[in-house]
């Protein structure tokens, strides 16, 4: 079954860490793209980080920058977002997704959700940041 598992969400105080998981099920993350979103109540999903293993770079929200890390760990066909720092405004669900690229270099990411695959999101998993 192709499908993309998410965890790590919990409840944490204001300035404390989580890492979510985002692992890959029935196929190789190769070429590819994948996006952090977040959804917070009565609020539209956004792009919080991207990763792209074309040009290896990752772009993030300003809402999120220098706090918020993607990682890869392709023996275990994960992609990691390691979230520092967090603020209450960070509660929401967090998804990931992802879409496939063509085999060359210097094809950046977006944080575009529409910009993915739609059958290549995860479940989500709850981060709730408590003040």
């Known amino acids: 079954q192709v499908q993309l598992v998410e965890s790590g969400g919990g409840l944490v105080q204001s300035g404390e860490s989580l890492r979510l998981s985002c692992t890959a099920s029935?196929?190789?993350?190769?070429?590819?793209?994948i996006g952090w979103f977040r959804q917070a109540p009565g609020k539209e999903r956004e792009g919080v980080s991207c990763?792209?293993?074309?040009?290896?770079?990752?772009r993030s929200s300003d809402s999120v920058k220098g706090r918020f890390t993607i990682s890869t760990d392709n023996r275990k066909n994960t992609v990691y977002l390691e979230m520092n720092s967090l603020k209450p405004e960070d509660t929401a669900i967090y998804y990931c997704?992802?879409?496939?690229?063509?085999?060359?270099?210097?094809?950046?990411?977006?944080?575009?959700?529409?910009?993915?695959?739609?059958?290549?999101w995860g479940q989500g998993t709850q981060v709730t940041v408590s003040s």
């Open positions: 997704a992802v879409t496939f690229l063509i085999a060359s270099p210097n094809i950046p990411c977006e944080m575009r959700d529409d910009w993915y695959e739609d059958d290549f």
């Open positions: 029935g196929f190789i993350l190769d070429h590819y793209a």
């Open positions: 990763f792209s293993s074309s040009d290896k770079r990752t």
